[in-house]
């Protein structure tokens, strides 16, 4: 299967995926604490950038649950966090209104790189094992 026909396998997975009510409460808790740790910080404008990054990680993490056993996906999962986080603290955000479709659109985007750096990780680490049976 190629990576393309993948990314659309689980585009469309993601698609079904909805969240248990307990899990919408327990982010509406932690949106308000992180908007106020934030704001002690004097960091208010970070607060949706990295509630964005960690939403879509944990997206992410939730939609490839069946990669949770293998080593290279943490491995894959941790580098693409700390690229978020360096892109959250040196990109200059701004604190004024942002339509949320462009927010919805970047989110989108970043889910759907996301998947496809995994996918392709995980094609070069099965490429080995294939190769030396």
Not at 42 to 47: A, R
Not at 57 to 85: D, E, Y
Not at 91 to 100: E, G, L, Q
Not at 101 to 109: G, M, N, V
Request: hydrophobic content about 65%.
């Amino acid at each position: 299967m190629s990576i393309a026909d993948e990314v659309k396998r689980d585009i469309q997975a993601a698609k079904k995926l909805r969240l248990p009510w307990w899990a919408v409460l327990l982010g509406i808790v932690a949106s308000f604490l992180s908007a106020w740790l934030f704001d002690n910080f004097g960091k208010l404008q970070l607060v949706l950038p990295a509630l964005n990054s960690v939403a879509v990680m944990g997206f992410v993490i939730v939609l490839k649950r069946q990669l949770w056993s293998q080593l290279w996906f943490w491995i894959t999962v941790a580098v693409i966090a700390a690229v978020h986080v360096l892109f959250v603290l040196f990109v200059p955000w701004t604190s004024k209104w942002i339509p949320a479709l462009a927010i919805a659109a970047f989110d989108s985007a970043d889910l759907c790189v996301i998947i496809l750096i995994i996918l392709i990780v995980g094609k070069l680490m099965r490429e080995p094992n294939a190769a030396g049976s």
